[in-house]
């Protein structure tokens, strides 16, 4: 029984190997090829079942969601000049605006919907403060989103999360408790430790590809190392404070380091472009918020 069991699990690792080497597609961007299990009609569905969750789970909180008239406009008048220069332009882009001061976050979900922050331009703790340094943040997400780096990861994270699932039921099979312990520890320690949203390679090329999708849109390009830089040299306070957009990047001055290095060629683009846009224009001079405050929670908070 015990030979059986463990051919079994053998003949399991071996096809989901196969089945992952089947899954490879072409990077839009690169030209290379990547593995993918899903196709791009599957990753717009898979963003707009995420996109809904979000909203619901944010208007559970309170908060303010596509209020504020021109910030709004704004968000959405950046995201469509470079969606528009990306690689790939069909897909259902879409920015929200989130009204919440407290939360200095960005972030893109498979198939292009783009969340932006009110955080993000906060005038005490923000990191964004010129229109162009918003276009480096939203060049960023939209670079993801072409990249496609949210749905490679998730192929990435498949084969070994369906490998343990299978050991631990190898173990239960064999009635090892000790080995059921061991494969259960290491499923936790993989999705909660090893395997992250993206890795550090996704970031500083959705850095690089941001930055020359907001050059080719007519914003400067001089503002997306700065804002790295400006991250770099945060206060902690501002640190705990990021989610998605700060959080999960290298805390380190290497990407403003790495984007100086293809500055030149970001700023070719710029001077290419047939428009330039008026990126120079402090977030600070925007019309005061409109955007209700966001009710504090009664519940009561942890110690």
């Known amino acids: 029984m015990k030979v059986t069991h463990f051919i079994r699990a053998a003949a399991m690792a071996g096809l989901l190997f196969t089945l ?6 072409t990077d839009f961007v690169t030209g ?6 899903y196709s791009l009609a599957e990753e717009v569905q ?7 969750e979000l909203v619901s789970g944010l208007q559970k909180e309170n908060a303010p969601i596509d209020q504020d008239p021109a910030r709004v406009a704004l968000v959405r008048e950046v995201t469509a000049h470079i969606t528009a220069v990306a690689h790939i ?14 939360f200095v976050n960005a972030y893109a979900l498979p198939g292009g919907n783009i969340m932006v922050f009110e ?17 480096a943040v939203i ?39 000790d080995l059921q312990l061991l494969f259960g520890g290491l499923m936790l320690v993989h999705n909660g430790l090893i395997v992250t949203r993206y890795s550090r390679a996704d970031e500083l090329e959705a850095d690089r590809i941001g930055m020359m999708y ?53 700023m070719a683009l710029y001077q290419a472009a047939p428009i330039k846009r008026d990126g120079a224009r402090l977030l600070s001079t925007l019309p005061p918020s409109t955007t209700p405050a966001k009710p504090k929670s009664d519940k009561p908070k942890a110690d």
């Not at 290379?32 to 299990?37: H, R, T």
């Not at 332009?89 to 407290?102: C, E, Q, R, S």
């Not at 990249?147 to 192929?155: I, K, L, P, W």
């Not at 907001?214 to 830089?229: H, L, Q, S, T």
């Open 32 to 37: 290379q090829p990547v593995q993918n299990m």
């Open 139 to 177: 060049g960023h997400e939209i670079a993801h989103v072409n990249c496609r780096h949210s749905t490679e990861a998730m192929t990435r994270q498949m084969l070994p999360n369906l490998l343990l699932a299978g050991g631990m039921i190898w173990a239960t099979l064999e009635d090892k408790d």
């Open 20 to 25: 992952a080497a089947g899954c490879t597609t």
């Open 46 to 52: 898979l963003g707009g079942q995420f996109y809904k």
């Open 89 to 102: 332009t069909n897909l259902p882009y879409h920015a929200t605006f989130v009204g919440d001061p407290d």
């Open 119 to 135: 955080g993000i331009w906060n005038p005490k703790e923000g990191l964004v403060r010129t229109v162009d340094e918003l276009a």
């Open 214 to 266: 907001m050059a080719k849109a007519g914003y400067n390009p001089e503002a997306a190392p700065r804002v790295w830089e400006r991250l770099a040299g945060a206060s902690d306070s501002q640190l705990a404070k990021a989610l998605s957009i700060f959080s999960t990047h290298p805390r380190d001055k290497k990407r403003a380091q790495e984007l100086r290095k293809h500055l030149p060629e970001a």
